[in-house]
């Protein structure tokens, strides 16, 4: 609060906008359940139609002064979250610099926690700050419009819904201090453990030749065992707080019905009734589990990266849990030499489709190790095949390069890319040749022993038969889409490229066919494959899950981004829905 109060004072006249805007957002919420309560009140009760009708058309155009209102808000809001981010973006450059000079020899270290600031933990910080503004902004607002409006239809409605609400919130609010220690808590030990098990991954024959295995397996069982008890911790509150949701969320409606045989003797008219359930339904009780939801995860990230910046500023530590050193440290192993080149690696990239158009992604960074398998995913139109077509070369990005097993690709002839690389596309080109030349497109010379391993690996033979064999003759006409699919698979095999991108170029096969033959190409020896998704069990099936969301960008693994990307969640949720 020290930090929070001098920058909302400087920006005080953004927040007096953006109130301005919200009050008519509590106007239109005011609106909706009066304009109910008469229509049937003055209107359908009383056989008076037109009079009701009237009442609701009132809503009606209160509902779609709704749009204007959000774009307004949405105006407002960059003017709170951008100079947040910029802030934090100085401190954290500020604080490198700092250290840098203080203390030469940990300068690569005060590099690797200031690039950490600088990109995940600011947007983390960014996109937190802007849904709590959101979201306790509309509650705010939103209760005013509410609780006026049933004051204005009946006084005793607010004796029955407001006690519990109150309950809820107070239940909830004594959950925050409790929920931010152990969103802490496990951060902490998510960060360290990943940390050393990144270590320990490029140190595993060192540590076998040193006979140390049983020590480093000692120290990272304490490490495991620490991020299982901060899981815990993490898990008892949340359930906590799911009580306290159900108690302000839910108990409302469940009294506000209870109680109408009483209210009715109170004189409670039976559109007052209507009108607060509307208050409760539509209108309060959402935006109160939605700003709950967004304090209690947004928040508690909120406040852990806000301290990590500011401690670190404070002490001139890294934020982010103990450091390794080179003589020992907290690992007592040295710093992993640096391993072979990633088979893919681009910073700064920033990709659009022309001049003045928004970016696809902008700064994008990313580095895919050797044999690593990779899933791409995010909603349609995103760029997802746009990003695969700037990996592979065929798209120039406005800014940033791309290295493919620490060659760049710039400048690069098609015959020299198609030796990197292989894209496949949605829709499988088969071309009028034989079925040897089809498949050994990317390979004239390769032998039919070689074309005969493809074919039985990607289990191609009743294919492959049904045409005739290797040297019968193919008509693309007469061949389904999966089939042609199934035909540039077999091509991708054989292909001598080491980096294979599937641009949901299975998405004709069935998922058998489809775990198969992506199983069965990452199993290729040295191969990266990297695969534009269309199922959830192409993520699942992934080392690691790349998400597009307009600029931004999450990588990691299924169970963090569950954890950590709101994006991913809904597609899950989505995929599992649909499937």
């Known amino acids: 609060m020290p930090h929070a109060r001098p920058f909302l004072w400087r920006h005080r006249r953004v927040l007096l906008r953006l109130g301005a805007w919200s009050l008519m957002e509590s106007a239109q919420t005011f609106l909706v359940g009066i304009c109910l309560a008469r229509a049937l009140d003055q209107g359908f009760l009383v056989g008076q139609p037109t009079v009701g009708l009237a009442w609701l058309a009132v809503a009606a155009v209160s509902i779609l002064l709704a749009g204007p209102v959000l774009r307004g808000v949405f105006g407002q809001l960059s003017g709170l979250v951008e100079p947040l981010r910029d802030g934090l ?10 250290r840098a000079v203080a203390d030469p020899a940990r300068a690569a270290g005060a590099e690797r926690a200031a690039v950490s600031r600088l990109t995940q933990q600011t947007e983390i910080a960014r996109d937190s700050f802007a849904g709590l503004v959101l979201t306790v902004r509309s509650f705010l607002f939103t209760a005013v419009g509410a609780l006026v409006g049933m004051l204005t239809l ?11 609400m109150l309950l809820g919130l107070l239940l909830f609010l004594l959950t925050l201090a409790p929920m931010a220690a152990a969103q802490r808590r496990f951060l902490d030990a998510d960060e360290v453990f990943t940390n050393r098990a990144g270590g320990l991954r490029g140190q595993l024959r060192d540590l076998v030749a040193c006979g140390a295995t049983g020590t480093a397996a000692d120290r990272t069982g304490g490490l495991i065992d620490e991020a299982a008890a901060s899981t815990r911790s993490l898990a008892r509150w949340t359930a906590v707080r799911t009580l306290a949701l159900g108690t302000a969320g839910q108990l409302p409606v469940i009294l506000l019905l209870a109680a109408t045989p009483w209210l009715r003797d109170q004189g409670v008219t039976t559109g007052a009734l209507m ?23 947004a928040g508690s990230r909120l406040v852990v990266v806000l301290d990590r910046f500011v401690s670190a500023e404070a002490d001139g530590t890294d934020a982010g849990g103990p450091r390794e050193t080179e003589s020992g440290g907290q690992g007592g192993f040295a710093s992993p030499v640096p391993g072979p080149a990633p088979a893919v690696w681009c910073r700064g990239l920033r990709v659009s489709y022309g001049a003045g158009t928004r970016p696809l992604v902008e700064d994008f960074g990313l580095s895919v190790g050797a044999g690593e398998r990779i899933a791409v995913v995010g909603p349609s139109g995103i760029g997802k095949s746009t990003l695969a077509h700037v990996l592979s070369g065929l798209h120039t990005p ?4 791309v290295r493919l097993a620490g060659k760049p690709i710039a400048g690069r002839s098609p015959r020299e890319l198609a030796r990197m690389r292989v894209l496949l596309p949605q829709e499988g080109y088969v071309f009028a040749g034989s079925v040897r030349e089809n498949l050994a497109q990317l390979e004239p010379g390769a032998g039919d022993d070689r074309l005969s391993r493809a074919v039985a690996a990607l289990r191609l033979g009743p294919l492959v038969d049904r045409l005739g064999g290797l040297g019968a003759d193919v008509d693309p006409g007469a061949l389904s889409a999966g089939e042609r699919q199934a035909l540039c698979l077999g091509r991708a095999y054989v292909s001598p490229a080491p980096l294979l991108i599937l641009d949901e170029s299975t998405c004709h096969l069935d998922p058998a066919a489809e775990a198969h033959a992506e199983n069965v190409l990452a199993n290729r020896p040295g191969t990266t494959l990297v695969v534009i998704a269309h199922r959830l069990s192409s993520a699942l099936r992934a080392d690691r899950i790349l998400v597009l969301d307009g600029t931004g960008t999450a990588f990691g693994t299924h169970e963090s981004l569950l954890r950590d990307s709101p994006l991913y969640r809904d597609l899950t949720g989505h995929w599992n829905a649909s499937g």
């Open 89 to 98: 973006v100085r401190r954290a450059v500020r604080e490198a610099l700092r």
């Open 154 to 164: 009946a006084p005793e409605l607010l004796l029955v819904v407001v006690p519990p």
């Open 398 to 401: 406005d800014e940033g390069s």
């Open 275 to 297: 009108g607060a359930l509307a208050y409760l339904v539509q209108s309060l009780l959402p935006a109160l589990q939605a700003m709950m939801t967004a304090v209690g995860a």
